[in-house]
């Protein structure tokens, strides 16, 4: 029959060990890429998370400004000309009546409250 040649054998046994470390070094370099994928992916889940986080403080504090910025420079201003309504120390407590009732807490008329309300009881009276 076919008898086999020893260098050719020995060549042969080089070329699949070539061959099997090829395949190696390809198995361990797409896990290594999986697993830097894996790692980039929850770094940028982790950021994404923390950049919410900071745009909602952000939106936070700027509503906050805003609201303070047109409480001190617009409202009172349009409250002084008219150009909206005062409200009345009834309705004051009606406001902190109803805040009462929807939270369950006691919250005390302040010295201002109880006086406005005693004026605006005896100008009713008269």
Known sequence: MFEEDPFDRWC????????????????????????????????????????????????????????????????LPLMLGGFMKVPTWTEIEAHRLQIIAQSGLDVPRSPELEKGLKQEQMGQHL
Request: hydrophobic share 55%; proline share 0%.
């Open 12 to 75: 042969r046994t080089i070329v699949e060990i070539c061959f099997l470390v090829t395949l190696l070094v390809t198995l361990l370099v797409e896990a290594l890429l999986r697993e830097i994928g894996y790692h980039l992916i929850y770094h940028v889940q982790i950021f994404g998370i923390r950049a919410k986080y900071v745009l909602c403080v952000v939106k936070g504090r700027v509503g906050f400004l805003c609201f303070a910025w047109y409480r001190r420079h617009i409202w």
